[in-house]
């Protein structure tokens, strides 16, 4: 871990503010590397939920935390790298802060397109959780193939995962077509928003 010059500042001085900052996001004390949760504040040295310590690594037979946005799973330390500086490891928390900086793709715009729990992809519907996860990912939930039969739009994102944006399917249908286009059309417009280095 980096040390924060902060005694270089003069006397008298407060420190800059973005060292302030930094030196909070490099702070692994307060955060429990297992499931994410902060001390807020209090003299707590140990996370409720999990009983582990604050800054310890997570237990070798803990489900680790993922990021909601991008859906990123910590190794086994409890930390990522930072999109920052790769050689820098860093909490879960301090790497969704760093999402406002680097986010996976354009979430204002997907978030107009959205209706409820469903997207809206040009006239068909799909499950709006499922679609950003694979604008994000390229994965499609394997554990819903009953829902994805009958859904134009996920049956499109299957076809364009296995066979790349102008697929030669079999028993092709125009409404797969038709959602193939859309669908696509979404993933451009999502990416237009990435940010992240990598
Ligand atoms: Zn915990
Ligand atoms: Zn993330």
Same mark, same amino acid.
């Given at each position: 871990?980096?040390?924060?010059?902060?005694?270089?500042?003069?006397?008298?001085?407060?420190?800059?503010?973005?060292?302030?900052?930094?030196?909070?996001?490099?702070?692994?004390?307060?955060?429990?590397?297992?499931?994410?949760?902060?001390?807020?504040?209090?003299?707590?040295?140990?996370?409720?939920?999990?009983?582990?310590?604050?800054?310890?690594?997570?237990?070798?037979?803990?489900?680790l935390p993922t990021c909601p946005?991008?859906?990123?799973?910590?190794?086994?330390?409890?930390?990522?790298?930072?999109?920052?500086?790769?050689? @820098?490891?860093?909490?879960?928390?301090?790497?969704?802060?760093?999402?406002?900086?680097?986010?996976?793709?354009?979430?204002?715009?997907?978030?107009?397109?959205?209706?409820?729990?469903?997207?809206?992809?040009?006239?068909?519907?799909?499950?709006?959780?499922?679609v950003r996860r694979y604008l994000?990912?390229?994965?499609?939930?394997?554990?819903?193939?009953?829902?994805?039969?009958?859904?134009?739009?996920?049956?499109?994102?299957?076809?364009?995962?296995?066979w790349g944006p102008n697929p030669?399917?079999?028993?092709? @249908?125009?409404?797969?077509?038709?959602?193939?286009?859309?669908?696509?059309?979404?993933?451009?417009?999502?990416?237009?928003?990435?940010?992240?280095?990598?």
């Amino acid at each position: 871990m980096e040390t924060i010059p902060v005694a270089a500042a003069p006397h008298g001085q407060p420190p800059d503010p973005m060292v302030g900052t930094e030196s909070f996001m490099l702070n692994t004390d307060r955060i429990c590397l297992q499931c994410g949760t902060t001390s807020n504040g209090d003299r707590a040295v140990v996370c409720r939920r999990c009983g582990l310590r604050f800054g310890d690594e997570p237990r070798r037979d803990a489900e680790l935390p993922t990021c909601p946005i991008c859906y990123l799973t910590v190794d086994d330390d409890g930390l990522t790298p930072s999109y920052r500086n790769r050689l @820098q490891r860093i909490s879960l928390v301090a790497h969704m802060e760093e999402h406002e900086a680097f986010p996976p793709g354009d979430d204002e715009w997907l978030g107009t397109l959205r209706r409820g729990d469903q997207i809206a992809v040009g006239r068909f519907n799909a499950p709006f959780d499922l679609v950003r996860r694979y604008l994000v990912t390229g994965q499609i939930d394997g554990g819903r193939n009953r829902t994805i039969q009958h859904n134009a739009v996920l049956t499109a994102m299957s076809q364009i995962k296995r066979w790349g944006p102008n697929p030669d399917v079999f028993g092709d @249908q125009p409404a797969w077509q038709e959602a193939r286009l859309h669908i696509a059309a979404v993933m451009d417009r999502y990416a237009q928003g990435r940010r992240t280095p990598w």
